[in-house]
């Protein structure tokens, strides 16, 4: 039987990249959400292929009440979700003393409100189920500080706080609980830097070029396995030593 694996945020970049990944082993059904929907979306929805087993929903994380109806609409189609990959989040960039509260509010509650409700709503399936896989992507940030990202590092942190507490709540149920900490990747996160920045950027790392999501995909895809099954309530950077 196939597993159902849930992305939040899979419209593009890591997301799309790891629903593109479940989707290709023919193994998964898979579910994605995000706010808005792209060319990728409708390609994998027109896939003769693909159709039966993936899922797209357009729908805000911070509404709770079209969370919880997408969970159900996923549990009528493929059946409970047992593994689940917290992508979605966003990323506001700003010294504190200049950013807004609407701006702070929005990135906790975006973040980490809004992320610990769509997981506990996930992990009360797998509690049933006696299996499950979380994987939170986190960031780099969380490890190692940034200027400029000090709220977005601390909801990063935060999550990575989650995931372990998390992960001695679960692990007797034989549910795993693991942060992925990806450095800067070539996708939209970075499309805002300048050219300075990112050679700023590839000079700390020492493999000496920004991530791709490709870097990122195998770890994840390992960390949701059967394999993996004695790994729980780790942070692990994907960042080229940058954080070495």
């Given at each position: 039987m196939n597993r159902v694996v849930l992305v939040s945020g899979g419209n593009r970049g890591l997301g799309s990249a790891l629903v593109q990944s479940f989707l290709d082993d023919g193994q998964h059904c898979v579910a994605t959400f995000s706010r808005n929907r792209t060319a990728f979306i409708d390609t994998i929805a027109r896939h003769p292929e693909r159709q039966e087993r993936f899922s797209f929903k357009t729908l805000d994380i911070t509404n709770r009440q079209e969370v919880d109806a997408y969970l159900q609409e996923i549990d009528h189609r493929f059946g409970p979700v047992s593994i689940l990959v917290n992508n979605a989040g966003l990323g506001l960039d700003g010294v504190l003393a200049l950013q807004s509260e609407e701006q702070i509010d929005r990135l906790l509650r975006t973040n980490l409100q809004s992320t610990v409700h769509l997981t506990r709503g996930c992990v009360r399936h797998m509690l049933r189920q006696k299996w499950g896989r979380v994987v939170n992507i986190s960031s780099v940030a969380?490890?190692?500080?940034?200027?400029?990202?000090?709220?977005?590092?601390?909801?990063?942190?935060?999550?990575?706080?989650?995931?372990?507490?998390?992960?001695?709540?679960?692990?007797?149920?034989?549910?795993t609980v693991n942060s992925v900490a990806p450095g800067f990747l070539e996708t939209a996160m970075t499309e805002t830097l300048t050219e300075k920045q990112k050679a700023q950027i590839v000079r700390r790392t020492p493999v000496g070029r920004l991530g791709r999501p490709e870097d990122v995909v195998p770890l994840v895809r390992f960390l949701c396995s059967d394999e993996a099954c004695f790994i729980s309530g780790q942070t692990i950077a994907v960042d080229g030593g940058e954080t070495a």
């Open positions: 969380s490890l190692t500080g940034f200027r400029g990202l000090s709220v977005d590092s601390m909801t990063k942190a935060g999550l990575d706080g989650f995931t372990r507490s998390l992960a001695r709540e679960l692990g007797s149920r034989n549910i």
